[in-house]
């Protein structure tokens, strides 16, 4: 079948750093098409030259054999390509509907009068079609990570779209909201849609992709039918060697008891929350987007006020009112959104590295620059961070680098207590198992991590004892024996509960 699109000889280079180098790609139409490569490999790159966000510096592009050169984006959408970017391009004071319809603001031709109603219907069709329930009055700024994700999609699902790419849809959803969006993509897959698929979780790249393009450092590494593949040649296109066991063992004497939580409760988020983790312990929170996992965190850091609950570390009894006087109790936190509060984006990755670390750097109130730039190319090192230097600004890296340098920052200030929030979130797989032997260098440490994950591989692959969520109470604590897919689903979706009733 002719190719909707062909991408020929791409080369692109950033401020004398070539990023893509002499790529090709092409799209047919009724395929999903994976493009794959480790963090910084030029994916979005690739993407946002072929839809006019960035100017190729050599190379050709055909849309339905026509050469073209898009200057803007919303000349790719008048040929029917659609993107749903990584970052997210909500813009918080502004409602659902009125995210929905940002710059194709349906007008009555005559008057130009908004017609706000006819935004409203077709903002909540659209998102009921992915099994959302939002309010279009909303305001963006209250949404979730995850639902703030679902509004786009749905944004791009609006358009009349004959290329749709969609560069990490997954990341911040869970497995039910995943789910339906496949159901989607296939359903626009027969109907001759072309979907470009960015994403580093390899079990969806297998379910539902036709063909996969791998890129390595700029460069096209090849293209496979998916049925022909299989992960151990992905793995090695994309980083060129073999990757070995996904998950490193872990071997640590779990020890004592390093933090309790009794009783701690959000009226409307979370209530009656109970559990605690060891020194060298490995807890894994998972749930459904909306289950109240990260505001349980969030609160227990004291970044949002609880109602009751006591909280101790070391046995001790600790009053947590903010998150000052959490990083005091040794509690390190390492958030969701990168954006919003993990990273200053307009500052250096040496100076985001060494934000929360001022004291450990500093003698007599003094930062030594020396020790500052040390710290930094040693995290960069240990994390392989993709970065020209460490006084790039962090929002220059790609994403995956991003959340790598947010890691670095608490890790440095070596806490008793490290919640990480969806840490591999946009990781490639290499760099998720080097966050794994991270994870697991803590853990042999003494700190107890908990980490909060949406990918039940993950959750499964890395925890000791897996704490499942749902609708703000703890459904049930797995050990780690007799964890699986299913029992963990079954949990977060409120069966365990119902059977354990029912038995009653
Ligand atoms: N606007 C920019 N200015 C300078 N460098 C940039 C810019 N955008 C991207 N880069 C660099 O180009 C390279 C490719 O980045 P890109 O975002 O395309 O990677 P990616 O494959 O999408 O990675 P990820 O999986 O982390 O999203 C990276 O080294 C990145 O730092
Ligand atoms: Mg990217």
Redo the contacts with the bound molecule.
Sequence with gaps: MEPIVRMTNISKS??G?Q?LKQVSFEIVPGEIHALM??????????MKILTGIYSRDEGDIQVNGRSVDYKDPKDAEKDGISVIH?ELNIIPHLTVAENMFLGKEISISKTGILKTKIMRRETKKHLERLGVQLNPDKNAESLSVGQQQMVEIAKALAAETKVLIMD?PTAALTDREIETLFKVMNELKSQGVAIVY?S?RMEEIFQMCDRITV?RD?SCAGTENIKDTDLDQIVRMMVGRALGERFPERRVEIGEERLRVEGLSNPGLFEDVHFSVKQGEVLGVAGLMGAGRSEIFETLFGARRKSSGRIFVDGKEVKIKNPYDAKKAGIGFVTEDRKSEGLVLELSVKKNLSLPNLKTLSNWGVISAKAEKAMADDFINKLRI??HHADLQVK??????QQKVVIGKWVGINPKILILDEPTR?V?IGAKKEIYQIINELAAQGVAVIMISSELPEVLGMSDRIMVIHEGKVARILDKDEANQENIMQAATGGYRCVETMGQ
């Design positions: 950033f401020s750093n990023v490569g480790e963090n910084g490999a030029g994916k979005s790159t690739l990584q990490e960015i580093h890129l700029g993709k970065t220059s890296l790609s994403g995956g680098n946009g490639d």
